[in-house]
Protein backbone atom coordinates (compact mmCIF):
# COMPACT_ATOMS: atom_id res chain seq x y z
CA UNK A 1 0.00 0.00 0.00
CA UNK A 2 1.40 3.25 -0.90
CA UNK A 3 2.31 5.73 2.16
CA UNK A 4 0.48 9.03 1.87
CA UNK A 5 1.73 11.80 2.12
CA UNK A 6 3.00 13.41 5.45
CA UNK A 7 1.71 16.86 4.26
CA UNK A 8 -1.63 15.90 3.43
CA UNK A 9 -2.13 13.43 6.17
CA UNK A 10 -0.60 15.38 9.45
CA UNK A 11 0.39 18.86 8.80
CA UNK A 12 -2.31 21.16 7.85
CA UNK A 13 -5.95 22.42 8.92
CA UNK A 14 -7.66 21.77 6.05
CA UNK A 15 -10.26 24.11 6.90
CA UNK A 16 -7.68 27.20 7.18
CA UNK A 17 -5.41 26.28 4.54
CA UNK A 18 -7.88 24.88 1.59
CA UNK A 19 -9.98 27.41 1.49
CA UNK A 20 -7.90 30.65 1.35
CA UNK A 21 -5.45 28.84 -0.55
CA UNK A 22 -8.45 27.67 -3.50
CA UNK A 23 -9.56 31.55 -3.15
CA UNK A 24 -6.43 32.59 -4.70
CA UNK A 25 -6.12 30.02 -7.53
CA UNK A 26 -9.13 31.30 -8.63
CA UNK A 27 -8.48 34.95 -8.39
CA UNK A 28 -5.77 34.28 -10.31
CA UNK A 29 -7.80 32.65 -13.06
CA UNK A 30 -10.19 35.25 -12.82
CA UNK A 31 -7.97 37.81 -13.65
CA UNK A 32 -6.41 36.17 -16.51
CA UNK A 33 -9.43 35.24 -18.01
CA UNK A 34 -11.44 38.18 -17.32
CA UNK A 35 -9.30 40.85 -16.39
CA UNK A 36 -11.71 43.43 -16.74
CA UNK A 37 -14.50 42.44 -15.14
CA UNK A 38 -12.41 40.88 -12.03
CA UNK A 39 -10.89 44.42 -11.50
CA UNK A 40 -13.84 46.26 -11.97
CA UNK A 41 -16.04 43.99 -9.67
CA UNK A 42 -12.97 43.98 -6.79
CA UNK A 43 -12.58 47.91 -6.88
CA UNK A 44 -16.36 48.34 -6.53
CA UNK A 45 -16.06 46.01 -3.28
CA UNK A 46 -13.36 47.88 -2.07
CA UNK A 47 -14.54 51.63 -2.95
CA UNK A 48 -17.79 50.72 -1.16
CA UNK A 49 -15.81 49.22 1.89
CA UNK A 50 -13.39 52.62 1.77
CA UNK A 51 -16.47 54.93 1.74
CA UNK A 52 -18.16 53.37 3.96
CA UNK A 53 -16.21 52.39 6.91
CA UNK A 54 -13.74 55.29 5.88
CA UNK A 55 -14.54 56.86 9.71
CA UNK A 56 -14.28 53.44 11.10
CA UNK A 57 -10.66 52.63 10.10
CA UNK A 58 -9.85 56.07 10.83
CA UNK A 59 -11.48 56.08 14.29
CA UNK A 60 -10.51 52.75 15.53
CA UNK A 61 -6.51 53.33 14.73
CA UNK A 62 -6.99 56.44 16.86
CA UNK A 63 -8.46 54.39 19.48
CA UNK A 64 -5.68 51.81 19.40
CA UNK A 65 -2.68 54.60 19.39
CA UNK A 66 -4.19 55.98 22.63
CA UNK A 67 -4.70 52.58 24.11
CA UNK A 68 -0.94 52.06 22.94
CA UNK A 69 0.33 55.04 25.14
CA UNK A 70 -1.88 54.57 28.13
CA UNK A 71 -0.49 50.46 28.30
CA UNK A 72 2.72 51.89 27.84
CA UNK A 73 2.46 54.34 31.07
CA UNK A 74 0.22 51.91 32.77
CA UNK A 75 1.38 49.65 35.58
CA UNK A 76 1.03 46.49 33.35
CA UNK A 77 3.74 48.03 31.26
CA UNK A 78 6.22 46.19 34.32
CA UNK A 79 4.48 42.75 33.35
CA UNK A 80 6.80 39.67 31.78
CA UNK A 81 5.22 38.29 28.56
CA UNK A 82 5.57 34.42 29.56
CA UNK A 83 5.74 35.18 33.56
CA UNK A 84 8.86 36.16 35.55
CA UNK A 85 10.93 33.03 35.18
CA UNK A 86 10.74 33.30 31.25
CA UNK A 87 14.08 34.22 29.21
CA UNK A 88 14.21 36.46 26.27
CA UNK A 89 15.25 34.19 22.70
CA UNK A 90 16.58 37.15 20.66
CA UNK A 91 18.56 40.05 22.56
CA UNK A 92 17.26 43.72 21.62
CA UNK A 93 19.11 44.27 18.62
CA UNK A 94 17.80 41.47 16.72
CA UNK A 95 14.33 41.34 18.14
CA UNK A 96 13.78 45.30 16.95
CA UNK A 97 15.55 44.45 13.44
CA UNK A 98 13.25 41.42 12.77
CA UNK A 99 10.01 43.62 14.03
CA UNK A 100 11.00 46.33 11.78
CA UNK A 101 11.45 44.26 8.58
CA UNK A 102 8.57 42.19 9.27
CA UNK A 103 6.71 45.13 9.22
CA UNK A 104 7.49 47.49 6.64
CA UNK A 105 8.27 44.97 3.90
CA UNK A 106 9.19 47.13 0.98
CA UNK A 107 6.69 49.86 2.43
CA UNK A 108 9.01 52.53 3.14
CA UNK A 109 11.51 52.19 -0.19
CA UNK A 110 8.67 52.49 -2.82
CA UNK A 111 6.37 55.03 -0.79
CA UNK A 112 8.96 57.34 0.43
CA UNK A 113 9.11 59.33 -2.60
CA UNK A 114 6.10 58.36 -4.47
CA UNK A 115 3.19 59.38 -1.80
CA UNK A 116 4.67 62.79 -0.86
CA UNK A 117 4.82 63.43 -4.31
CA UNK A 118 1.38 62.31 -5.17
CA UNK A 119 0.28 64.90 -2.08
CA UNK A 120 2.52 68.02 -3.75
CA UNK A 121 0.77 67.32 -7.30
CA UNK A 122 -2.44 66.32 -6.00
CA UNK A 123 -3.66 67.82 -2.50
CA UNK A 124 -6.99 67.08 -0.77
CA UNK A 125 -9.62 69.31 -1.80
CA UNK A 126 -10.67 70.09 1.78
CA UNK A 127 -7.21 72.10 2.17
CA UNK A 128 -7.55 75.37 0.88
CA UNK A 129 -4.10 75.40 -1.19
CA UNK A 130 -2.79 75.36 -4.47
CA UNK A 131 -1.07 72.38 -6.23
CA UNK A 132 2.99 72.48 -6.10
CA UNK A 133 2.28 75.15 -3.34
CA UNK A 134 4.77 75.63 -0.40
CA UNK A 135 1.58 74.73 1.84
CA UNK A 136 1.03 71.67 -0.49
CA UNK A 137 4.87 70.75 0.15
CA UNK A 138 4.32 70.84 4.23
CA UNK A 139 1.30 69.08 4.37
CA UNK A 140 2.43 66.38 1.95
CA UNK A 141 5.39 65.96 4.95
CA UNK A 142 3.03 65.75 7.50
CA UNK A 143 0.29 63.70 5.60
CA UNK A 144 3.64 61.00 4.75
CA UNK A 145 4.13 61.32 8.52
CA UNK A 146 1.04 60.10 9.76
CA UNK A 147 0.26 57.35 7.71
CA UNK A 148 3.67 55.54 8.27
CA UNK A 149 4.14 56.79 12.08
CA UNK A 150 2.71 56.28 15.00
CA UNK A 151 -0.47 55.14 14.77
CA UNK A 152 0.01 52.36 12.06
CA UNK A 153 2.27 50.86 14.39
CA UNK A 154 -0.66 50.77 16.88
CA UNK A 155 -2.32 48.74 14.30
CA UNK A 156 0.14 45.93 14.41
CA UNK A 157 1.20 46.24 17.94
CA UNK A 158 -2.07 46.25 19.78
CA UNK A 159 -3.14 42.83 18.79
CA UNK A 160 0.45 40.84 18.74
CA UNK A 161 0.19 42.31 22.29
CA UNK A 162 -2.27 40.68 23.22
CA UNK A 163 -1.98 37.47 21.46
CA UNK A 164 1.42 37.25 23.38
CA UNK A 165 0.05 37.98 27.36
CA UNK A 166 -2.93 35.40 26.03
CA UNK A 167 -0.28 32.51 24.17
CA UNK A 168 2.24 32.74 27.13
CA UNK A 169 0.12 32.83 30.02
CA UNK A 170 -1.26 28.96 29.42
CA UNK A 171 -0.82 26.55 27.00
CA UNK A 172 -2.71 27.66 23.95
CA UNK A 173 -3.60 26.90 20.28
CA UNK A 174 -1.75 29.02 17.53
CA UNK A 175 -4.56 30.84 16.83
CA UNK A 176 -5.81 34.43 16.45
CA UNK A 177 -9.31 33.39 18.72
CA UNK A 178 -7.01 33.34 21.69
CA UNK A 179 -6.98 37.07 21.80
CA UNK A 180 -10.53 37.15 22.56
CA UNK A 181 -10.15 34.91 25.29
CA UNK A 182 -10.99 38.38 28.30
CA UNK A 183 -14.33 38.52 26.28
CA UNK A 184 -15.53 34.97 25.24
CA UNK A 185 -13.76 32.73 27.67
CA UNK A 186 -10.94 29.85 27.43
CA UNK A 187 -13.24 27.70 25.03
CA UNK A 188 -14.41 29.86 21.97
CA UNK A 189 -16.45 27.68 19.48
CA UNK A 190 -13.99 25.89 16.91
CA UNK A 191 -15.70 27.45 13.93
CA UNK A 192 -15.31 31.09 15.11
CA UNK A 193 -11.51 30.15 15.55
CA UNK A 194 -11.14 28.60 12.31
CA UNK A 195 -12.92 31.28 10.53
CA UNK A 196 -10.77 33.68 12.21
CA UNK A 197 -7.22 31.81 11.20
CA UNK A 198 -8.94 31.62 7.56
CA UNK A 199 -9.91 34.84 6.62
CA UNK A 200 -6.77 36.62 8.28
CA UNK A 201 -4.16 34.26 6.57
CA UNK A 202 -6.45 35.24 3.27
CA UNK A 203 -5.80 38.58 3.99
CA UNK A 204 -2.46 38.23 4.69
CA UNK A 205 -1.23 36.31 1.52
CA UNK A 206 -3.07 38.86 -0.50
CA UNK A 207 -1.07 41.57 1.19
CA UNK A 208 2.21 40.12 0.82
CA UNK A 209 1.30 39.31 -2.72
CA UNK A 210 0.62 42.82 -3.49
CA UNK A 211 3.64 43.96 -1.54
CA UNK A 212 5.87 41.36 -3.72
CA UNK A 213 4.29 43.09 -7.01
CA UNK A 214 5.21 46.21 -5.95
CA UNK A 215 9.03 45.27 -5.15
CA UNK A 216 9.19 43.34 -8.11
CA UNK A 217 8.14 46.31 -10.51
CA UNK A 218 10.37 48.65 -8.35
CA UNK A 219 13.15 46.01 -8.69
CA UNK A 220 12.52 45.93 -12.50
CA UNK A 221 12.57 49.64 -13.18
CA UNK A 222 15.71 49.39 -11.54
CA UNK A 223 17.54 47.20 -13.67
CA UNK A 224 15.84 48.10 -16.70
CA UNK A 225 17.50 51.74 -16.20
CA UNK A 226 20.51 50.13 -16.61
CA UNK A 227 19.86 47.62 -19.14
CA UNK A 228 16.98 49.08 -20.87
CA UNK A 229 16.69 46.52 -23.91
CA UNK A 230 16.17 44.02 -21.25
CA UNK A 231 12.80 41.80 -22.11
CA UNK A 232 10.79 42.97 -18.89
CA UNK A 233 8.12 39.81 -18.60
CA UNK A 234 11.52 37.37 -18.36
CA UNK A 235 13.16 40.00 -15.97
CA UNK A 236 9.97 40.03 -13.60
CA UNK A 237 10.05 35.88 -13.79
CA UNK A 238 13.99 36.43 -13.54
CA UNK A 239 13.18 38.68 -10.43
CA UNK A 240 10.83 36.39 -8.92
CA UNK A 241 12.85 33.50 -8.91
CA UNK A 242 15.76 35.06 -7.26
CA UNK A 243 13.51 36.27 -4.18
CA UNK A 244 12.14 32.42 -3.75
CA UNK A 245 15.18 30.94 -3.71
CA UNK A 246 16.90 33.58 -1.45
CA UNK A 247 13.69 32.75 0.50
CA UNK A 248 13.40 29.30 1.07
CA UNK A 249 17.45 29.25 1.65
CA UNK A 250 16.85 31.72 4.55
CA UNK A 251 13.09 30.04 5.84
CA UNK A 252 14.56 26.40 6.11
CA UNK A 253 16.95 27.75 9.14
CA UNK A 254 14.89 29.27 11.41
CA UNK A 255 14.03 32.46 13.01
CA UNK A 256 16.68 32.44 15.50
CA UNK A 257 19.31 32.06 12.50
CA UNK A 258 17.96 32.55 8.74
CA UNK A 259 15.11 35.62 9.67
CA UNK A 260 17.87 36.71 12.56
CA UNK A 261 20.72 37.73 10.53
CA UNK A 262 18.95 38.49 7.30
CA UNK A 263 16.73 41.34 9.66
CA UNK A 264 20.39 42.50 10.72
CA UNK A 265 21.76 42.60 7.58
CA UNK A 266 18.50 44.84 6.19
CA UNK A 267 18.69 46.90 9.02
CA UNK A 268 22.05 47.96 8.56
CA UNK A 269 21.55 48.58 4.82
CA UNK A 270 18.95 50.47 5.49
CA UNK A 271 20.78 52.96 8.02
CA UNK A 272 23.74 53.09 5.05
CA UNK A 273 21.61 54.22 2.81
CA UNK A 274 19.73 56.79 5.20
CA UNK A 275 23.76 58.12 6.10
CA UNK A 276 24.96 57.71 2.87
CA UNK A 277 21.33 59.65 1.53
CA UNK A 278 22.42 62.17 4.57
CA UNK A 279 26.15 63.08 3.69
CA UNK A 280 25.48 63.47 0.04
CA UNK A 281 22.73 65.47 0.10
CA UNK A 282 21.83 68.75 1.78
CA UNK A 283 22.07 68.18 5.39
CA UNK A 284 20.73 71.32 5.61
CA UNK A 285 17.56 70.76 3.76
CA UNK A 286 16.89 67.13 5.03
CA UNK A 287 17.12 68.55 8.41
CA UNK A 288 14.73 71.17 7.91
CA UNK A 289 12.33 68.29 5.89
CA UNK A 290 12.33 66.04 9.00
CA UNK A 291 11.47 68.72 11.57
CA UNK A 292 8.76 70.19 9.39
CA UNK A 293 7.55 66.45 8.98
CA UNK A 294 7.38 66.08 12.87
CA UNK A 295 5.61 69.82 13.24
CA UNK A 296 3.09 69.25 10.69
CA UNK A 297 2.45 65.60 11.89
CA UNK A 298 1.49 66.72 15.38
CA UNK A 299 -0.18 69.87 14.51
CA UNK A 300 -2.78 67.99 11.73
CA UNK A 301 -2.66 64.58 13.71
CA UNK A 302 -6.17 64.81 15.64
CA UNK A 303 -7.43 66.64 12.15
CA UNK A 304 -6.54 63.67 10.54
CA UNK A 305 -6.77 60.68 12.60
CA UNK A 306 -10.78 61.73 13.11
CA UNK A 307 -11.63 63.13 9.54
CA UNK A 308 -12.61 66.34 11.22
CA UNK A 309 -12.28 68.35 7.86
CA UNK A 310 -11.90 65.41 5.70
CA UNK A 311 -14.83 63.31 6.22
CA UNK A 312 -15.99 62.35 2.43
CA UNK A 313 -12.80 63.35 0.78
CA UNK A 314 -11.88 61.20 -1.86
CA UNK A 315 -8.24 62.36 -0.60
CA UNK A 316 -8.99 60.51 2.83
CA UNK A 317 -10.26 57.72 1.15
CA UNK A 318 -7.49 57.21 -1.19
CA UNK A 319 -5.13 57.47 1.01
CA UNK A 320 -5.75 57.52 4.89
CA UNK A 321 -8.59 55.03 4.88
CA UNK A 322 -6.89 52.87 2.48
CA UNK A 323 -3.71 53.01 4.07
CA UNK A 324 -5.04 51.57 7.62
CA UNK A 325 -7.50 49.09 5.45
CA UNK A 326 -4.50 47.97 4.42
CA UNK A 327 -2.29 47.51 7.66
CA UNK A 328 -5.10 45.96 9.37
CA UNK A 329 -5.65 43.45 6.79
CA UNK A 330 -2.37 42.45 7.65
CA UNK A 331 -2.60 43.03 11.50
CA UNK A 332 -3.71 39.88 12.90
CA UNK A 333 -1.47 37.39 11.06
CA UNK A 334 1.27 39.75 11.79
CA UNK A 335 0.51 39.92 15.25
CA UNK A 336 1.01 36.00 15.32
CA UNK A 337 4.81 36.41 14.42
CA UNK A 338 5.48 39.74 16.87
CA UNK A 339 4.04 38.13 20.10
CA UNK A 340 5.39 35.01 19.71
CA UNK A 341 8.63 36.15 19.60
CA UNK A 342 8.16 38.54 22.29
CA UNK A 343 8.61 35.92 25.28
CA UNK A 344 10.90 36.94 28.02
CA UNK A 345 10.39 40.87 27.84
CA UNK A 346 8.24 43.06 29.93
CA UNK A 347 4.97 44.85 27.99
CA UNK A 348 6.68 48.26 28.19
CA UNK A 349 9.89 46.73 26.30
CA UNK A 350 7.34 45.14 23.72
CA UNK A 351 5.84 48.85 22.90
CA UNK A 352 8.91 50.10 23.01
CA UNK A 353 10.75 47.65 20.30
CA UNK A 354 6.73 47.13 18.59
CA UNK A 355 5.60 50.56 18.17
CA UNK A 356 7.73 53.85 19.40
CA UNK A 357 11.29 52.74 17.90
CA UNK A 358 9.84 51.38 14.64
CA UNK A 359 7.67 54.47 14.03
CA UNK A 360 10.40 56.52 14.93
CA UNK A 361 12.66 54.92 12.49
CA UNK A 362 9.74 55.56 9.84
CA UNK A 363 9.45 58.99 10.22
CA UNK A 364 13.20 59.93 9.86
CA UNK A 365 13.51 57.79 6.81
CA UNK A 366 10.24 59.17 5.39
CA UNK A 367 11.87 62.90 6.44
CA UNK A 368 15.33 62.05 4.50
CA UNK A 369 13.46 60.59 1.27
CA UNK A 370 10.01 62.37 1.28
CA UNK A 371 11.93 65.94 1.82
CA UNK A 372 14.35 65.42 -0.32
CA UNK A 373 12.03 64.52 -3.33
CA UNK A 374 9.92 67.26 -2.68
CA UNK A 375 12.84 69.23 -2.75
CA UNK A 376 13.36 68.57 -6.41
CA UNK A 377 9.97 68.25 -7.59
CA UNK A 378 9.66 71.97 -6.45
CA UNK A 379 12.07 72.75 -9.01
CA UNK A 380 11.14 70.60 -11.56
CA UNK A 381 7.50 70.15 -11.05
CA UNK A 382 6.21 69.37 -14.35
CA UNK A 383 8.72 66.61 -15.40
CA UNK A 384 7.93 65.05 -12.35
CA UNK A 385 4.57 65.58 -12.28
CA UNK A 386 4.68 63.77 -16.15
CA UNK A 387 7.17 60.79 -14.39
CA UNK A 388 4.53 60.10 -12.06
CA UNK A 389 1.62 59.96 -14.24
CA UNK A 390 3.62 57.88 -17.37
CA UNK A 391 5.89 55.83 -15.93
CA UNK A 392 4.41 55.33 -12.23
CA UNK A 393 5.37 55.95 -8.91
CA UNK A 394 7.98 52.93 -8.72
CA UNK A 395 9.98 55.36 -10.94
CA UNK A 396 10.05 58.43 -8.73
CA UNK A 397 13.20 56.98 -6.85
CA UNK A 398 15.48 57.31 -9.47
CA UNK A 399 14.63 60.55 -10.64
CA UNK A 400 16.08 61.50 -7.39
CA UNK A 401 19.34 59.32 -7.50
CA UNK A 402 19.71 61.12 -10.88
CA UNK A 403 19.03 64.97 -9.56
CA UNK A 404 21.59 63.96 -6.91
CA UNK A 405 24.19 63.28 -9.31
CA UNK A 406 24.92 59.86 -7.79
CA UNK A 407 22.44 57.67 -9.74
CA UNK A 408 24.56 54.62 -10.01
CA UNK A 409 25.51 54.37 -6.78
CA UNK A 410 22.16 54.74 -4.78
CA UNK A 411 19.96 52.79 -7.49
CA UNK A 412 22.37 49.92 -7.13
CA UNK A 413 22.21 49.47 -3.52
CA UNK A 414 18.31 50.26 -3.36
CA UNK A 415 17.64 47.69 -5.75
CA UNK A 416 19.63 45.39 -3.33
CA UNK A 417 17.54 47.15 -0.44
CA UNK A 418 14.14 46.11 -2.00
CA UNK A 419 15.54 42.74 -2.48
CA UNK A 420 16.58 41.54 0.91
CA UNK A 421 13.88 43.93 2.40
CA UNK A 422 10.73 41.47 0.72
CA UNK A 423 12.84 38.60 1.46
CA UNK A 424 13.01 39.36 5.23
CA UNK A 425 9.80 40.28 5.53
CA UNK A 426 8.40 37.27 3.44
CA UNK A 427 10.43 34.77 5.68
CA UNK A 428 8.62 36.39 9.11
CA UNK A 429 5.30 36.92 7.73
CA UNK A 430 4.94 32.87 6.16
CA UNK A 431 6.55 31.59 9.25
CA UNK A 432 2.97 33.14 10.75
CA UNK A 433 1.43 31.37 7.91
CA UNK A 434 2.69 27.93 8.51
CA UNK A 435 2.25 28.31 12.15
CA UNK A 436 -1.49 28.82 12.03
CA UNK A 437 -1.77 26.36 9.16
CA UNK A 438 -0.15 23.54 11.12
CA UNK A 439 -2.44 20.96 12.64
CA UNK A 440 -0.14 19.65 14.93
CA UNK A 441 1.95 22.67 17.40
CA UNK A 442 5.34 22.19 17.29
CA UNK A 443 6.69 22.05 21.01
CA UNK A 444 8.93 25.25 20.49
CA UNK A 445 7.07 28.02 19.17
CA UNK A 446 10.26 29.67 17.44
CA UNK A 447 9.70 26.53 15.22
CA UNK A 448 7.22 26.30 12.37
CA UNK A 449 6.75 23.81 9.56
CA UNK A 450 9.28 24.60 6.44
CA UNK A 451 7.27 22.60 3.85
CA UNK A 452 4.52 24.91 4.72
CA UNK A 453 6.55 28.23 4.34
CA UNK A 454 8.13 27.15 1.27
CA UNK A 455 4.59 26.30 -0.25
CA UNK A 456 3.28 29.20 0.90
CA UNK A 457 6.07 31.68 -0.02
CA UNK A 458 5.68 29.85 -3.60
CA UNK A 459 2.26 30.67 -4.07
CA UNK A 460 2.75 34.21 -3.56
CA UNK A 461 5.75 34.28 -5.73
CA UNK A 462 3.60 33.21 -8.28
CA UNK A 463 0.48 34.54 -7.70
CA UNK A 464 2.49 37.95 -7.99
CA UNK A 465 4.36 37.30 -11.02
CA UNK A 466 1.32 35.92 -13.31
CA UNK A 467 -0.77 38.93 -12.24
CA UNK A 468 1.93 41.36 -13.00
CA UNK A 469 2.54 39.39 -16.39
CA UNK A 470 -1.07 39.10 -17.26
CA UNK A 471 -3.47 41.56 -15.46
CA UNK A 472 -1.43 44.02 -13.64
CA UNK A 473 -0.90 44.17 -9.54
CA UNK A 474 -4.09 46.43 -8.74
CA UNK A 475 -6.35 43.20 -8.58
CA UNK A 476 -4.53 41.51 -5.81
CA UNK A 477 -3.83 44.75 -4.15
CA UNK A 478 -7.42 45.49 -3.75
CA UNK A 479 -8.21 41.97 -2.36
CA UNK A 480 -5.90 42.54 0.31
CA UNK A 481 -7.83 45.98 1.54
CA UNK A 482 -10.91 43.55 1.34
CA UNK A 483 -9.32 41.77 3.92
CA UNK A 484 -9.14 44.75 6.25
CA UNK A 485 -13.02 44.94 6.78
CA UNK A 486 -13.22 41.64 8.97
CA UNK A 487 -10.01 42.44 10.66
CA UNK A 488 -11.21 46.02 11.43
CA UNK A 489 -14.08 44.18 13.56
CA UNK A 490 -11.91 41.84 14.77
CA UNK A 491 -9.39 44.69 16.08
CA UNK A 492 -11.97 46.45 18.02
CA UNK A 493 -12.94 43.31 20.17
CA UNK A 494 -9.20 42.68 20.44
CA UNK A 495 -8.57 46.31 21.62
CA UNK A 496 -11.24 45.74 24.12
CA UNK A 497 -9.88 42.73 25.72
CA UNK A 498 -6.59 45.35 26.03
CA UNK A 499 -8.55 47.30 27.75
CA UNK A 500 -10.20 44.65 30.05
CA UNK A 501 -6.82 43.32 30.71
CA UNK A 502 -5.32 47.13 31.45
CA UNK A 503 -8.24 46.93 33.96
CA UNK A 504 -8.25 44.11 35.64
CA UNK A 505 -4.42 42.28 34.59
CA UNK A 506 -4.58 39.44 37.72
CA UNK A 507 -7.79 38.46 36.56
CA UNK A 508 -6.70 37.04 32.58
CA UNK A 509 -3.07 36.59 32.87
CA UNK A 510 -2.56 33.50 34.97
CA UNK A 511 1.71 34.25 35.96
Given amino acids: MTRKSRFFQFNIRPWVFWPPFILLILAVLSSILFPDSFIDIVRNIQQSILTNFSIGFSWLSFAMTLLAIAVFFSPLGNYKIGGKSAVPRLNRISWFAIVLCTTIAVGILFWGSAEPLSHFLFPPGFRDFDPNSEEARSFALGALYFHWGFTPYAIYAVPALVFALMYYSGKSRFSLGIMLRPMIGTSPHRFWETGLDMFSLFALVTGMAAALGAGILSLSGGFLAFFPDLNPTLLTGMITLAILITFIISASTGIEKGIKNLSLFNLGFFFLIAILFVILGERGKILDSILTGFSLYFSNFTDLSLQLSGAGNTWTYDWSTFNFAMWMAWAPMTALFLGKIAVGRTVREFLLMNWFLPASFCLIWMGIFG ?106 RILSVIGGLPALFFLLLVSVCLLMILISPKKYLRH
Fill in 371 to 476: GTTLDFAAVNTQDYKDLYENSGPESVIYRVFDDMGYFKVFAQLFILGIFISYVTAADSSTDALASISMKKQKGDPFESDTNLKVIWGVLIGFLSWVMITYSGIDGV
